[in-house]
């Protein structure tokens, strides 16, 4: 069958535009942090330019396929954490450790805010020497202005498991009650309170 000359131009220009997308997504990386509650941190994460996409899951435990019922006894090993998907040509995984200091406290060694256990507990995870290194001097950095030294974990990474779909975007589709859990947390006030000591003025 022999193709006209239009449908074999808008061929050649179909391919050439999934040729273009698939080496676009292909420079993309990730990044994964666990902040407490991961609602909060994809609210953060989402807005920062750069950041193409998140996804709330957990991370962290020896159990395959993760769910919320098992996480939240905090015995699975597994925490609440964030996987980051950004385009480094426009946001640099420095920044990214910024958002991410900006948003915990990092003298709670018992996890975050108002939530306490296991499973709410901080943490950057880095894979390779690279990030390791640029975690730890950040933390050191975080820790300098704080006059206290930083108890987040940094740890390797461990497969991601995605959470529900109800969990992913909550502070979108649920934003009243998002806002409700954000305030009772007292988590704004914890970071204000950081604030004056200089722990958002990172890096």
């Known amino acids: 069958m022999r193709l006209k000359q239009w449908q074999l131009s808008g061929l050649v220009a179909l391919i050439s535009l999934m040729g273009g997308t698939a080496m676009a997504d292909s420079k993309l990386k990730t990044a994964v942090f666990a902040g407490g509650c991961f609602w ?3 609210s953060e994460f989402d807005s920062e330019k750069g950041v ?3 996804t709330v899951g957990y991370t ?3 159990k395959e396929k993760a769910t919320y019922e098992e996480v939240s006894t905090g015995k699975s090993g597994h925490r609440e954490a964030i996987e980051v998907t950004y385009d480094p040509t426009v946001v640099g995984y420095p920044r990214l ?3 991410f200091w900006s948003n915990v406290d990092p003298l709670d060694a018992k996890g975050q805010f ?3 256990g296991e499973q709410y507990k901080a943490a950057v995870y880095v894979k390779g020497d690279e990030e390791r290194v640029a975690a730890q001097n950040s933390a050191l950095e975080v820790g ?3 006059g206290q030294p930083v108890v987040t974990d940094i740890l390797e990474q461990k497969p991601f498991y995605t959470a529900e779909d109800y969990h992913q975007d909550y502070y979108k589709k649920s934003a009243a009650r998002y806002a ?3 305030a009772g947390c007292g988590r ?3 970071l204000k309170e950081l604030e004056k000591y200089g722990a958002q003025d990172l890096l």
Do not use: F
Request: hydrophobic letters at 20%; a positive charge.
């Open 97 to 99: 450790l910024e958002i």
């Open 144 to 146: 300098k202005k704080l």
């Open 180 to 182: 409700q859990y954000r």
């Open 40 to 42: 909060c941190m994809q």
């Open 52 to 54: 193409t996409k998140t």
């Open 60 to 62: 962290g435990g020896a």
């Open 114 to 116: 108002c939530d306490k």
């Open 188 to 190: 704004d006030e914890r």
